[in-house]
Each structure stands twice: as structure tokens, then as C-alpha cells.
């Protein structure tokens, strides 16, 4: 489930948008995925594993991850709680 926050133009003239995502234990996760701008994620509850460029990390409340410009990557709830996470992309193929 996604929640779109805000979208719009940096002064830099670089598109950002900023939604939250919610995923319920146990959920099928969305499947790895190449994106075509930059993005910050920061979980703001549960434990995730976040899949990248062929590692895979456990983050938790707090944990910040990058995500590069043309990053294969997916987010999968591995926690028995709800995971949330906030995703603010940047660039790239952002709608404006």
C-alpha cells in the first residue's frame, strides 16, 4: 500500500516526490525493480530486508538506505509486524 505525500520542482529544477509505503507481515513483496532516479528510504517501523545491486541487508526503525540511479532493488517485510517506510525520490523520471 502506498501513500503519495508531495511531489514537485527543486529551485535545482529537480522533480521530488515523497510517499509512504505500508506492508503487513507476511505480505509478497514487490519484485526487484530498476528505477530511473535516485531515492531515499527511511523505516519508520518494522524489520525489512532491502535488496540491492545483489546484497541483501535487515533494516529496522531509524536505517536510511540509498538507492542509486538505475539501482535493481525491492523492500520485503521479513518482520511480524507492520513495516512502514517513507520513499523520497529524486530526479530522474520523477513526475513533475
Known amino acids: 500500500e502506498m501513500r503519495q505525500i508531495t511531489q514537485g520542482v527543486l529551485a535545482s529544477g529537480e522533480a521530488v516526490a515523497?510517499?509512504?509505503s505500508v506492508q503487513p507481515a507476511g505480505a509478497v513483496p514487490s519484485?526487484?525493480?530498476?528505477?530511473?532516479?535516485?531515492?531515499?528510504?527511511?523505516?519508520?517501523?518494522?524489520?525489512?530486508?532491502?535488496?540491492?545491486?545483489?546484497?541483501?541487508e535487515r533494516v529496522g526503525p531509524g536505517?536510511?538506505?540509498y538507492v542509486a540511479f538505475g539501482t535493481r532493488h525491492r523492500m520485503?517485510?521479513?518482520?511480524?509486524?507492520?513495516?512502514?517506510?517513507?520513499?523520497?525520490?529524486?530526479?530522474?523520471?520523477?513526475?513533475?
Open 63 to 65: 536505517d536510511v538506505m
Open 18 to 20: 515523497l510517499h509512504e
Open 31 to 56: 519484485p526487484l525493480h530498476v528505477i530511473q532516479h535516485s531515492e531515499f528510504v527511511v523505516v519508520l517501523e518494522g524489520t525489512v530486508e532491502f535488496d540491492h545491486d545483489g546484497k541483501t
Open 76 to 96: 520485503k517485510n521479513v518482520g511480524d509486524t507492520m513495516a512502514n517506510y517513507l520513499v523520497m525520490a529524486v530526479g530522474g523520471d520523477v513526475k513533475k
